[in-house]
């Protein structure tokens, strides 16, 4: 049996992953008053969210540990940098330059993650996602975001 180190597997570190992320969750809402079914408080739903990922985390460590499953491959920086690039300039952009530049700009420096991806793809992908984005956030469901500058 191998050790844990020389596996790789790619549901141990998914797992684990999700119980970080509910770790910091727990931690974030440990101040928020969690109520009852009744009378919920502000924290209730998160509680069970975290407590929902944490079980799964729990579960696919314990998959990854005791199953062969897919390696993990070698961590690409190039996709990681341009989406996380992408999601900090439409937080940015949002407020100050609009929903649609946001979008557009967002997309535009996602494009670049991929060597796969066109221009063209990328262009109408942004623009269909502005429109999309505007008609339900702003026309429909009324969210009080300007839509340009």
């Given at each position: 049996?191998k050790?844990?180190?020389?596996?790789?597997?790619?549901?141990?570190?998914s797992?684990?992953l999700?119980?970080?992320?509910?770790?910091?969750?727990?931690?974030?809402?440990?101040?928020?008053?969690?109520g009852?079914?009744?009378?919920?408080?502000?924290?209730?739903?998160?509680?069970?969210l975290?407590?929902?990922?944490?079980?799964?985390?729990?579960?696919?460590?314990?998959?990854?540990?005791?199953?062969?499953?897919?390696?993990?491959?070698r961590?690409?920086?190039?996709?990681?940098?341009?989406v996380l690039?992408s999601?900090a300039?439409?937080?940015?952009?949002?407020?100050?330059a609009?929903?649609?530049i946001?979008?557009?700009?967002?997309?535009?420096?996602?494009?670049f993650?991929?060597?796969?991806?066109?221009?063209?793809?990328?262009?109408?992908?942004?623009?269909?996602?502005?429109i999309?984005?505007?008609v339900?956030?702003?026309?429909?469901l009324?969210?009080?975001?300007?839509?340009?500058?």
């Open positions: 049996m050790s844990i180190a020389q596996r790789g597997n790619s549901d141990f570190y797992g684990l999700l119980v970080v992320v509910a770790v910091v969750a727990l931690l974030y809402i440990r101040t928020l008053t969690i009852t079914v009744l009378d919920m408080g502000p924290g209730y739903f998160p509680l069970g975290a407590l929902i990922l944490l079980g799964m985390g729990l579960v696919m460590i314990v998959k990854g540990l005791t199953t062969e499953g897919v390696s993990v491959g961590l690409h920086l190039r996709p990681l940098f341009f690039l999601f300039a439409f937080g940015l952009l949002v407020e100050r609009g929903l649609v946001a979008i557009l700009v967002q997309v535009g420096l996602a494009h993650a991929s060597r796969e991806t066109t221009w063209l793809a990328s262009v109408v992908t942004g623009v269909l996602l502005a999309a984005s505007s339900i956030f702003v026309w429909l009324k969210i009080p975001v300007s839509v340009l500058p």
